[in-house]
């Protein structure tokens, strides 16, 4: 018979690995997003063109950033990361609501 203290910490355990689980698939989905919008830019889809520039713009810091010259890389990551959130959101609620997503 496994004692109380050791049944705890395995529920414990279990949902902390549940967790970090959900954070790892949350992380892989977003990346996965971040590729497909660069495989949109780079194919010149206009929407993903269009979503970029207007989240780049309003973001005073990666203007300044352009027009200085100086290293961007970080900006550019967190807009894309930005907009793959937004399209992982978007997909939930179209999923939610019973549109189909390929």
């Known amino acids: 018979m496994e004692s ?3 049944q705890w910490e395995r529920q ?3 949902k902390w690995d549940k967790q970090c689980s959900k954070e790892d698939d949350y992380n892989r989905a977003i990346e996965m997003e971040i590729e497909s919008i660069k495989e949109d830019i780079a194919n010149n889809d206009s929407d993903a063109l269009c979503a970029f520039s207007e989240k780049a713009f309003e973001d005073d810091d990666f203007v300044k950033a352009i027009a200085l010259g100086n290293d961007f890389e970080e900006m550019r990551i967190s807009i894309l990361k930005s907009l793959a959130e937004e399209r992982i959101e978007q997909n939930k609620k179209d999923w ?3 549109y189909n997503i390929d």
């Open 4 to 6: 109380l203290q050791a």
């Open 12 to 14: 414990e355990f279990n």
């Open 96 to 98: 939610e609501n019973g």
